[in-house]
């Protein structure tokens, strides 16, 4: 990565607090006229994080904008922002103000498609604490702080990931309040430095996204990205967007002592992500993993949707990327063997794990007469999704256990096809923060 010095683009502050991304002059077009005003546009984190327009309309009358939709243009930029009105006060002296909400995100809020970028930053919210792969001091006063770096490095792009002076400090807050802080900056290039358009920066953004939250175990995504031109000043493209979900601490295969670990699954997980029917299996299987690794939405869900994500990634694998079995033979085997196939394929153990004791006690019950893992693993699910099995409501003592190794066994599944071979925190095993091992298929 080129040696840059850059910094957040926007005045992000302490966890929570909203932040001005642009003011303008607007108009505000609704099906019984159109209205000028004055607008702010901020970023909210609470109750929920979205971007809302602050508008104080010129007009002396007091229009009624209750229920309409509409859109608002800011002129300096002619950007077009269609969406509601969401609350609306009047009064004699300050006239009528108005939050006007966007329908949808991300707003390509300056540039199109077409833009020429050279590099970009990125806002990554939520995201751990991390020791780098190099480190840096920034002076503050008599304050020394580190700064630590990731460099991610595929093919076609570069991507250093760095920490903030407040960075320490954000995370013990979140810790203490939760809720949404920025943790870490991100600046982007072409590997060869050759400029690259708006289009391709939202593509990769959209796999950031869920590199992130893969590694993270939550949604944790780049937020109001910035594109500059050749000269490196001048901003040529912007992209607005509000951080997923608000902080909490779920496992995940990433330990955050050893940041080789993301150096070493970008590129790979880059070239499978470029891969169209991978792209489409990837967003899907991490979509459910997320969701599943959240207990707060109860662990027995969180049995369900893993192994509905296990069962597309062998899909994908087994039936369009390997062709080891056709479509029709895929269907008429049992959910166990198509993980059996998965796992064996990449080189996954199929038994059931000694740190899953409760699983391997009830596995040597006569009456259960389970296999291995994935006998056991599906037996559960099924109890659960059909309401006339037989063990229906008697697994409740290990689905912890259950949900837990289903879990890792897809976090295994996707650094295995994406052909990960480095080390991984383990989170079937308990263990401090540092301690890794090798991935099971590593010779």
């Known amino acids: 990565m080129s040696s840059v010095d850059f910094h957040p683009y926007f005045q992000f502050s302490e966890p929570n607090k909203e932040i001005l991304l642009t003011e303008d002059r607007v108009i505000v077009k609704v099906s019984h006229g159109s209205y000028t005003g004055h607008g702010k546009v901020y970023l909210r984190f609470l109750p929920r994080p979205r971007i809302e327009i602050r508008i104080r309309l010129d007009n002396a009358p007091f229009p009624d904008f209750a229920n309409s939709e509409g859109s608002v243009q800011l002129k300096r930029r002619n950007l077009n922002i269609s969406g509601f009105a969401t609350q609306v006060t009047m009064s004699t002296d300050k006239g009528t103000t108005l939050t006007w909400t966007p329908k949808k995100e991300p707003i390509v809020a300056l540039g199109d498609d077409s833009a020429s970028i050279n590099s970009g930053i990125f806002h990554l919210f939520n995201f751990k604490a991390i020791i780098g792969t190099s480190r840096s001091t920034e002076t503050d006063g008599k304050t020394i702080n580190a700064i630590e770096h990731v460099d991610l490095t595929s093919k076609d792009w570069r991507v250093e990931l760095r920490s903030l002076p407040s960075t320490v400090r954000t995370v013990k807050q979140l810790k203490e309040q939760g809720g949404f802080g920025l943790t870490h900056i991100g600046r982007f290039e072409k590997a060869d430095q050759s400029p690259f358009s708006g289009k391709e920066a939202e593509e990769l953004l959209l796999a950031l996204r869920f590199f992130f939250s893969f590694a993270r175990g939550m949604w944790c995504e780049p937020v109001c990205a910035v594109g ?56 899907e299987a991490i979509y459910w993993y997320l969701n599943a690794n959240d207990s707060s939405r109860r662990i027995d869900a969180g049995i369900i949707l893993a192994q509905a994500a296990i069962e597309r990634l062998s899909y994908e694998l087994v039936v369009r990327d390997r ?121």
């Open 228 to 283: 500059f031109d050749n000269s490196g000043n001048h901003v040529c493209w912007e992209l607005w967007s509000t951080p997923g979900k608000p902080w909490h601490s779920p496992f995940s295969w990433f330990d955050p002592h050893h940041c080789n670990q993301l150096a070493e699954l970008f590129p790979v997980f880059l070239e499978k992500w470029n891969h169209e029917d991978w792209r489409e299996a990837f967003q």
């Open 323 to 443: 062709r080891l079995l056709s479509l029709k033979g895929f269907k008429d085997i049992r959910a166990s063997d198509k993980f059996r196939l998965l796992f064996s394929t990449l080189g996954i153990l199929l038994d059931i794990p000694a740190e899953t004791s409760e699983l391997q006690r009830l596995a040597g019950n006569s009456h259960m007469n389970w296999h291995d893992a994935p006998h056991a693993l599906t037996e559960i699910r099924n109890s659960l999704v059909h309401p006339e099995h037989k063990y229906r409501g008697e697994f409740r003592d290990v689905y912890y256990e259950a949900w837990n190794l289903g879990l890792w066994y897809l976090e295994m599944s996707i650094l295995g096809i994406c052909g990960y071979s480095g080390t991984y925190g383990n989170r079937l095993k308990q263990r401090w923060v540092g301690q890794i091992e090798d991935v099971p298929w590593k010779k």
